[in-house]
T-cell receptor, first 109, second 113 residues
Framework: KNEVEQSPQNLTAQEGEFITINCSYS?????LHWLQQHPGGGIVSLFM???GKKKHGRLIATINIQEKHSSLHITASHPRDSAVYIC???????????FGTGTRLTIIP | GAGVSQSPSNKVTEKGKDVELRCDPI?????LYWYRQSLGQGLEFLIY????????KSGLPSDRFSAERTGGSVSTLTIQRTQQEDSAVYLC???????????FGQGTRLTVV
C-alpha cells in the first residue's frame, strides 16, 4: 500500500462545478503539499499545510491531522484548471517528499 | 533567477552514453531536490542537498546515478551508461529551507534510445 493515496485517479466535470480531490496518508507528517502539473511537465506548488485550512482564489485546501486526510477543493471550476493535481507529504525527520500518484482533472467547457 | 531553471529541457541519448542534467535553484535557497517521473508513474525522490550537509542519496536507483552541488548553488545530476528504463522527466526543486515551500523547475525530459 502506498504511503500516500489519492482519489479519484481521474475526474471529468463541467465548467462551473465544485471539485473535490482527496488525499489520505498513513505516516506521521510535518507538512502536506498540493501541487499542480500541467501538460508539458511543469509543477507549481499550490499549498503547503500542516493544519487547518488555506484558501487562495478559487482553491481551498484542508487537512485533518488526526484522520490523516486532506482535501483540495476548486470552486467555479474552469477549463484552465485542467491538470494533474498531486498530493505530497513530508514525514517527520525526513525532508524529502513522498508523492501520491496524482488526480487527472479535466474540466469541460 | 526568478525561478528554478533546468537544462536541457529535452535530451535524447543513445543507450550506454553518459548524460548530465543541470539545475539552477532559486538564489539563496539552501535545499535542493532531484525527483524523477517515469511515464505513467508518480514522482519519486532521487537525492536531496541541504547546505553543506552530506546529501541524502537514498533515492538513487543505482550506482550509475550521481549528483553534486557546487558552491551550494548549481547542481548536476549525472547518469552513466544510460539504459532505456532511465527515460523519464527529471525534476529539480529548491526551497529556502527544508520546511519551506518547494519550487519546481520545468524538468528535463530524457529519452534513451
Amino acid at each position: 500500500k502506498n504511503e500516500v493515496e489519492q482519489s479519484p485517479q481521474n475526474l471529468t466535470a463541467q465548467e462551473g462545478e465544485f471539485i473535490t480531490i482527496n488525499c489520505s496518508y498513513s505516516v506521521g507528517i510535518s507538512a502536506l503539499h498540493w501541487l499542480q502539473q500541467h501538460p508539458g511537465g511543469g509543477i507549481v506548488s499550490l499549498f503547503m499545510l500542516s493544519s487547518g485550512k488555506k484558501k487562495h482564489g478559487r482553491l481551498i485546501a484542508t487537512i485533518n491531522i488526526q484522520e490523516k486526510h486532506s482535501s483540495l477543493h476548486i470552486t467555479a471550476s474552469h477549463p484552465r484548471d485542467s491538470a494533474v493535481y498531486i498530493c505530497a507529504v513530508r514525514r517527520f525527520g525526513n525532508e524529502k517528499l513522498t508523492f501520491g500518484t496524482g488526480t487527472r482533472l479535466t474540466i469541460i467547457p | 533567477g526568478a525561478g528554478v531553471s533546468q537544462s536541457p529541457s529535452n535530451k535524447v541519448t543513445e543507450k550506454g552514453k553518459d548524460v548530465e542534467l543541470r539545475c539552477d535553484p532559486i538564489s539563496g535557497h539552501t535545499a535542493l531536490y532531484w525527483y524523477r517521473q517515469s511515464l505513467g508513474q508518480g514522482l519519486e525522490f532521487l537525492i536531496y542537498f541541504q547546505g553543506n550537509s552530506a546529501p541524502d542519496k537514498s533515492g538513487l536507483p543505482s550506482d550509475r546515478f550521481s549528483a553534486e552541488r557546487t558552491g551550494g548553488s548549481v547542481s548536476t545530476l549525472t547518469i552513466q551508461r544510460t539504459q532505456q528504463e532511465d527515460s523519464a522527466v527529471y525534476l529539480c526543486a529548491s526551497s529556502l529551507a527544508p520546511t519551506n515551500e518547494a519550487f519546481f523547475g520545468q524538468g528535463t525530459r530524457l529519452t534513451v534510445v
